[in-house]
C-alpha cells in the first residue's frame, strides 16, 4: 500500500470535453480530466513528478475560442471551458508530431508510439530517405550508464530532474538551437569530467530509452533483455535510514536495473547513486 | 544547487572583461585568492545567484574581448555568478554571435536575407572570402536590419573596447576595409537617409529623425522633446491610460494587441515590483524601422517608456536591443546617461517624485527573443525559449512579475498621443486601425527607407511613394513571417483589418517588392533556411517542422506542375501542424509566406 498525501480542499472546475460534463478540481490540467473520464489523450513528454513542459505537442486538443490547439498536458482546466479531443484538427497534429519525430530520432524502445503511429495512420517514411537525422552513436564513457541521443526526443524531462525540480545537481542542460540543440553536460564533456552524481534519476525519468542503464543497453545490444521474464519486487533500501523503496528488475535470478516508484512520498521515483546502482554486492554469490 | 567548475581557468584578458562588468571578486568562492576570511565562512552564493540576469551582458563581456568563450572564461563566468556551467553552457551555444569554438578576433556578419540576397549577397560573400585571410572569420548572416541599403556587411572586432564597422551598401572592398580596419572605415551615412520624408510637415512619429540631434538632450527638448511626459504627469497614471485606450493604439510589433488594454492590465496587478520591457529585438527579415527610431530620435523611446512606466506603477526597465545594432547601442547609452544626468531618469524624473531608470540589454543573435516570454528568458540569463501561455506577462512576466512590453514604435506612438490628445490621434487613419504607422520598404524600389504613412493608405500609394520599379513579380508583406501578395493587389488597404479581409498581414510593417529577376524558389528557400536556423528548437512541430519543409523546398526548387505536387501536399500538412501545435508564433507563422507564394503567386506551377 502507497500513502497518498492528502492536500487541501479544492474547488471542482465544471466544462465539458467532448460534448461531455466534466468536474475536476481547481488546478487540474485538460489532461488529468481526459484520464478521469478516461479518455486516451497520447502524451510522451509529460511526467507524473515533473511540471509539464508540453515540449512534445502531441496531445494537443482543440479548445474553442482558442486560435491555435492547446497541450491538454499542461493547460489548466478553467470554468465553462468547451474541449475537444477527438476533432480532425487535432488528429492531423497530433499524427504530424508523430511522424515528425519518428523519421528524426529512433523511437524504438519508446513505450505505447508505435501504437499511436499505427492509431494516427502516421507515416514517417513520407518524408524521404534523405529527411535529417540525428545519426549518433551512443555515448558510453562510464560503467553506469549510457546516453544515446538517438533516441532522445528532447522532452526536456532528465533537464528538469537535474535541476531544480529534484535533485538540484545542474549537470545537464539543453545545448544549441533548434534541429541541433542537444541535451549536454558543461563544453559538452564527457559525463566523467561533468558535475554528474550518477543519481540516475534521469534515467527514471527518461520515456524514450535515450539515458538507459550500462546494463539494460549491453543486454539489449546482445538482445538478451526480455522484459516478459523479468519481476519487479519493490523493497526499502538498505543503505541509510530515509526509506527510499526500490524496484528491483530481475531477469533470470539477476538484478538488471532499479527503479522507484513515483507515487512513493519519499521519493517519488528518485534515488541516489548506491539505490539506484549500488546492487552488485547482492549478486556476488562466490 | 552542487556546483561544479572543471580546473580550467580564465586567460588575464577574460578574468579581466568579466571584472570590468562584476567587479573584482571578493572571495576564493567566487575566484579571488583565498584569505582568513575564506576559511571561517562562505559567502556569496545567494547574493550572486540573484544576479543570474548578468549572465549575458558576463558572456557578452568576453566574446567582446576575446572574440569567444572559453572553458575557463565560462566556468569563472559561472563561479562568479554561481550558475551551473552545464545551464551557462547551454545558454552560451543558444545565441549565434557567441562561439564556444576558438575563432578569429574579427567576425564579419554578411547578411543574406531577403533584401541582400536580392541585392547580390551571394557574390558578394564569394568575392569577401576570396580576398579575406584566415585572420578574419566570415558569417553568413540573417537579417541584419539595412535593407533600405542592401546588400549590408557588420565586422565586429573584439578587444577593449570592441570596435565594429558597417558596410552598405557592402562592396567586396567596402566590406574587407570594415573588417580589417574597422576604425578606418567609412562613417554610416545619419539614420535620416533611411528616411525618405525626412523633415516632411506631415510627419509625427518620423517628425523628429533627420531634423533633431540624436545626440543632443536639448535639441530634442527645443523640439518638443518631454512635453509629452510632462502632459503625463498631469494626467497621472490612470489619465494617461485611458488617453492611451481612447487613442485606440494597438502593438505595432505585428500582434496588434490593444496597448490601453495591456497596460491597464499590468497596472492593476496587486503583485509588485511591475516592469516595463521595451522590445526592440528587431530581428524580423525586412524591418529596420525601430533600428531607424533609436539611432535618430534616442530620447523619444527614453521619453515614451518612462511614460509607460508611470502609468504603470513600474520603477525600473529593461530595453532588449538587438546585438547587431551598434550604432543604436551606442546613441541609447548616450541618451540614457544625458537622461539620468539630467534628472529625466533616476529618482526623481522631472522633479516629480517618480524614480524610474532604464537597463539596456544586449541580444546576442537570436530572432526567437523578439517573441516576448523568450525575451524575459533571455534577459533572466536562461535560453531565449518561449514560455507557454498563460500565464500572460501581464501577470507573470519578467523575473515572474507583472510586467508590460511594448516594441520601439508602438511605444514611440504614446508621445504624439498625449500631446495632440486621443480623440485627435484616433481621427487619424481608419476607424478600427487609428494613428500613423511606419512601413519598411526595400528591394526593387527606387527610394528604400522607413515611411510613414497614416493606415488606410492603399499598397499601391506605399509603392507608389517609394517609386517601385518596372515588372514587379511579388510583394512581400509583414515579412518572413507574413505573406506574398500578387503585383495586382494594390487596392489592399495597409490596416490590420483590410489586409485581414484580403487574406494576408500587415506584420511589423514590411513591405518589400521583388522584380522578375529575383528567382521566387530561391527566396523560399531563405525563407526556410531562416526559420530552420531561428527555431529555438523546444517543441517539436518548429524543430523538425522547419527542417522538414526547408528539405521539400530543396526537392523542389527546380520543379513545377504535377512534378512538385506531392511535396506540396507535404508542405500544407507540415504546415497546418506547424501553425495549430507549436508553442510560439515562430512556428506558428514559418509556413506562411511559402504557403502564400504557392497560393497566391503560383510558385510552382
Known sequence: ??????????????FTIDGQEARVPEGSTILDACRAAGKDVPTLCHGDTLTPKNACRVCVVEVEGSRTLVPACSRRAEPGMTVHTETERARHSRKLVLELLASSVDLSTTPQVAGWIKEYEAKPDRFGPEAARLNEEPRIDNDLYVRDYDKCIL?????????????????????????????AVEHDAPLTDSACVYCGNCIEVCPTGALSFKSEFDMREAGTWDESKQTETTTVCAYCGVGCNLTLHVQDNEIVKVTSPHDNPVTHGNLCIKGRFGYQHVQNRG | MDLHFGDSK?????????????????????????????????????????????????????????????????????R??????????????FYAMFSVKPRPATVLHVCTDLACAAAGAPELCAGIEARLGPGVHVERSPCLGLCERAPAALAIRAGDPVRTAVSAPATVEGAVLAATAPDSAPEEPPAAMAVPQAGGDDLILLRR???????????????????????????????????????????RGGAAFPTGRKWQATASQPDHPHYVVCNADESEPGTFKDRVLME???????????????????????????????????????????????????????????????????????????????????????????????????????????TVENNVETLVNVLPILTMGAP??????????????????????????????????????????????????AVLL??????????????????????????????SGVVMAFDDTVPLPRLLLRIAEFFRDESCGQCVPCRVGTVRQEEALHRIVARTGAAAADDIALLRDVGRAMRDASICGLGQTAWNAVESAIDRLGAYE
Not at chain 2, 426 to 435: D, L
Open chain 1, 1 to 14: 500500500m502507497t500513502a497518498i498525501p492528502l492536500g487541501v480542499p479544492r474547488r471542482l472546475v465544471e
Open chain 1, 155 to 183: 522532452c526536456y524531462k532528465c533537464v528538469d530532474a537535474c535541476g531544480d525540480q529534484w535533485q538540484n545537481t545542474f549537470a545537464i542542460s539543453v545545448a544549441g538551437r533548434g534541429f541541433d540543440a542537444r541535451i
Open chain 2, 10 to 78: 580564465p586567460t588575464d584578458d577574460e578574468r579581466a572583461a568579466v571584472d570590468a562588468l562584476l567587479g573584482p571578486p571578493e572571495s576564493s568562492w567566487e575566484g579571488a585568492d583565498r584569505s582568513d576570511a575564506d576559511l571561517r565562512w562562505a559567502r556569496g552564493g545567494r547574493e550572486a545567484r540573484d544576479r543570474r540576469d548578468l549572465l549575458l551582458p558576463g558572456l557578452h563581456a568576453i566574446n567582446d574581448r576575446v572574440g569567444w568563450i572559453s572553458e575557463g572564461a565560462l566556468d569563472y563566468l559561472c
Open chain 2, 80 to 93: 562568479r555568478l554561481t550558475v551551473p556551467p552545464a545551464e551557462a553552457y547551454g545558454v552560451a551555444t
Open chain 2, 209 to 251: 529623425v533627420g531634423v533633431v540631434d540624436p545626440l543632443s538632450l536639448d535639441d530634442y527638448r527645443a523640439h518638443g522633446g518631454y512635453t509629452a511626459l510632462r502632459r503625463a504627469f498631469e494626467l497621472g497614471p490612470a489619465g494617461v491610460i485611458r488617453e492611451v485606450t481612447d487613442s485606440g493604439l494597438v502593438g
Open chain 2, 296 to 402: 535618430g530620435d534616442p530620447y523619444a523611446l527614453i521619453e515614451s517608456m518612462t511614460i509607460a512606466a508611470y502609468a504603470t506603477g513600474a520603477h525600473q526597465g529593461y530595453l532588449y536591443l538587438r546585438g547587431e545594432y551598434p550604432r543604436a547601442l551606442h546613441r541609447l547609452e548616450h541618451a540614457i546617461a544625458q537622461a539620468r544626468a539630467r534628472g529625466l531618469l533616476g529618482d526623481d524624473v522631472l522633479g516629480q517624485g517618480y524614480a524610474f531608470d532604464i537597463e539596456i540589454r544586449r541580444g546576442a543573435g537570436a530572432y526567437i527573443c523578439g517573441e516576448e516570454t523568450a525575451l524575459f528568458n533571455s534577459i533572466e540569463g536562461y535560453r531565449g525559449e518561449p514560455r507557454s501561455k498563460p500565464p500572460f506577462p501581464v501577470e507573470k512576466g519578467l523575473f515572474g512579475k507583472p
Open chain 2, 424 to 473: 485627435a490621434y484616433a481621427a487619424i487613419g481608419t476607424e478600427r486601425s487609428t494613428g500613423p504607422k511606419l512601413f519598411c520598404v526595400s528591394g526593387s524600389v527606387e527610394r528604400p527607407g522607413i515611411y510613414e504613412l497614416p493606415f488606410g493608405a492603399t499598397l499601391g500609394e506605399l509603392l507608389e511613394l517609394a517609386g517601385v520599379r518596372e515588372r514587379l513579380r
Open chain 2, 478 to 507: 509583414g515579412g518572413a513571417a507574413g505573406g506574398f501578395v500578387r503585383p495586382d493587389e494594390r487596392d489592399i488597404p495597409l490596416t490590420f483589418e483590410g489586409t485581414r479581409e484580403a487574406g494576408t498581414t500587415l506584420g
